[in-house]
Nanobody, 119 residues
Framework: QVQLQESGPGLVKPSQTLSLTCTVS??????????WSWVRRPPGKGLEWIGH???????YYSPPLKSRTSISRATSKNQFTLQLDSVIPEDTAVYYC???????????WGQGTQVTVSS
């Protein structure tokens, strides 16, 4: 059974960097069939795709967030990480890590972690 678990701080100050880690169990993140993605849901809004990393380590980002986003991985730990720079209050959201098929999040998601951007 594939399981994903997000971890990271729940409160980040404006202009700082948000960093979240997703730990995957039950499947290697280097398996050829799947990518691994980050999505978020701001309060009162729909899901927003942030980006994903492929088995080979290539990354793809949402254009509005691309200049501030970096997704990396630690294959020895079976983890992948989101970094979002220069955060603003509008980055407040529940952040999810997911498995992705052809870049589209499929049915394996973490439980989500609330991140609030506030001074």
């Amino acid at each position: 059974q594939v399981q994903l678990q997000e971890s990271g701080p729940g409160l980040v100050k404006p202009s700082q960097t948000l960093s979240l880690t997703c730990t995957v169990s039950g499947e290697s993140i280097t398996t050829n069939s799947y990518s691994w993605s980050w999505v978020r849901r701001p309060p009162g809004k729909g899901l927003e795709w942030i980006g994903h990393i492929t088995p080979s380590g290539s990354t793809y980002y949402s254009p509005p967030l691309k200049s501030r986003t970096s997704i990396s991985r630690a294959t020895s730990k079976n983890q992948f990480t989101l970094q979002l720079d220069s955060v603003i209050p509008e980055d407040t959201a529940v952040y999810y890590c997911t498995r992705a098929t052809f870049g589209v999040p499929d049915h394996f998601w973490g439980q989500g972690t609330q991140v609030t951007v506030s001074s």
